[in-house]
């Protein structure tokens, strides 16, 4: 029988919503789903390992990688280069596993570019109030950066229209179990079964 | 803010796959779900109630209903009229809740026809040799029957593609769920929030 692929979820939403949170939540429930492993020209710190925290790559690999298009998406920061390499994602959802990659709006929108079957899900603020609560909670940031970063914010919910679910982030737990439900129910999709179905009709 | 619809999800399947078993185990689980209620001619058998297990009717009220478009299907069974009316479907999603429809195939795809907004799942048996077992199972059937029912399942499950969702009916808790989490994924694809969200950023 033919075997099913995995799915590439992408977990995004403006800053400050609680996207690590969440993933970091969703890792701890322990489910099938693995997490993306990103690329990086940093310097590995203690205990990090090659393949597992990043792939360690040197500026002249990542650039290479650039130019022969192996990456979902990329982005500079800080001086080092991030991004997720293509094929990484490609070996893991043709296994049948599922892959969740935790990313910003710009960059997710790139992945969609590449990846259009990817399940893309918008992590939303219970209300805008809530979300400048969370941002002026870390107590780092000017009233000035703090507005900044509103006016971005709205600017993102408004790209919310290319996103295939929208999952509010009223609690972690709430929030996690929604997204469990996603993955569920796009497996439960009549277009990603219906070959398999139709095979055994033919073969049973 | 503006009040978010109810699904209407529609359960179906060969006959012999599970649907009353799905149904039933469902039903106790006590969620929102609520189930839709049948008009229909026969008379009402002791303890039941108008509105409650059916919506009882005259011959005369049926046939109106039929002939004013106010059923979703309908269906003549042993000389006594069933069908949904779409009047309580209406009513019951336009308050916030979800109804499930319960329904074999062909009656499936006539609901599909005047709803096709509604949440269409269909309930798959693990194989075909499995659905054979089952109706087997029943003991009531002549063998020439079970092939005929086993020749209409297998243009049943060809009629798959009208479907949204597949559901594999290999032990019921895990169908529930599959069910249950198909319901949670609904209530968070964007095209049913986004609405609900633009005005959140307005207002806010």
Redesign the interface.
Known sequence: MKKEKGLLLVLSGPAGVGKGTVCGALRKEKTAIQYSVSATTRAPRAGEVDGINYFFKTREQFEKMIEQDELLEWAEYVGNYYGTPIDYVRETINKGHDIILEIEVQGALKVKERFPEGVF??L?PP???ELRNRIVGRGTETEDIINKRMTVA?EE??M??K?????ENDEVNLAV??I???V???H???ER??EK??Q??EV?
């Open positions: 899900i918008f939303m209300s805008l109030a709205r919910i408004e919310m229209e996103y295939d679910y929208v999952v179990d929604r469990k439900a996603i569920t129910a796009e439960c999709k009549r079964l219906i179905y139709k055994l009709v049973d």
